[in-house]
């Protein structure tokens, strides 16, 4: 296949019943999986000037590959910046030579910080070769039940639909609220004088044991503060193991850590914040 005969384009919503095609014939997921994926991008807000859906690799008028990115606004304190988080990235085999064409045009924007959140092993050479960087090693499996408040206050649990009541800042309500309308366990921990926003998906390890993966907090540390309460609450729930990137053991949180457990990576001048993944495909796609 010539060179002259390859083109890589932004995605249109007349592609999208193609790309299902192909992802389906590249990935083990069925059909239905795509189809959902592709409608939660068609209804989600998106920054202006950024891709909906992401870019494709076309060979002759059909496509062979495609990524998705899923483009949000973060902030930083004060600071507000794009982030774009790669996802179902898929080239059929005879075209892989363009592959890494495909992913330079997905991460030109100089001004966008990316994220890839659930690589396979053999990409990670090719990652780091790109320029991302890990800023998180691994995972945290915590027992929350087990763990202390660090804060000595009473602390009561405001549940998602009740948001309104936590005195949150306008922005970060719409982002819990959104997660929540993705299917997310959203609440916040409350004292009378201050709260702790959390959002966590609700996950399977090895399709058996329920767990809640950590996909917001402010800080950190805000988990450590009110751990007790958190783990109370997601065991009410039937969630009894917590999922928590990391970057090695968390003191005062009990569980073990797995070195190497679905590392992540950015590429940017904005580092993520460990404990803060909303509005990527672990939640919007949330499966």
Known sequence: MSRASVRIREIVEADIESLIQLLTRGYPNPRWHWEVRFQRLQTRSVPPCCPRYGYLLEADG???????????????????YTCANLSSWYVDPEFRSFATLLTKRAVAQ?????LVLSPAPHTYATLEALGFRRYS????????????????????????NRLVDCGLEEKERQLLETQAGHGCIVFCCATGDRNWPFVFVPRLVRGAIPCAQLAYCR????????????????????????LIDANGPMPGIPGKYFAGTLPKYYKGTERPVLGDVAETEITVFGF
């Open 62 to 80: 059909r496509p062979v590959g495609t990524i998705l990115l899923i483009y949000s606004l973060r902030y930083h304190g004060q600071r507000q």
């Open 219 to 242: 800080d950190i540390n805000d988990l450590v503060d009110v751990a007790g309460s958190v783990g109370r609450y997601l065991f009410s729930l039937g969630r009894p193991v917590v």
């Open 110 to 114: 100089q001004q966008v910080t990316y």
């Open 137 to 160: 090693e691994g995972q945290v499996a915590a027992f929350l039940t087990l763990a202390r408040n660090r804060r000595a206050k009473p602390v009561r649990i405001i549940r998602a």
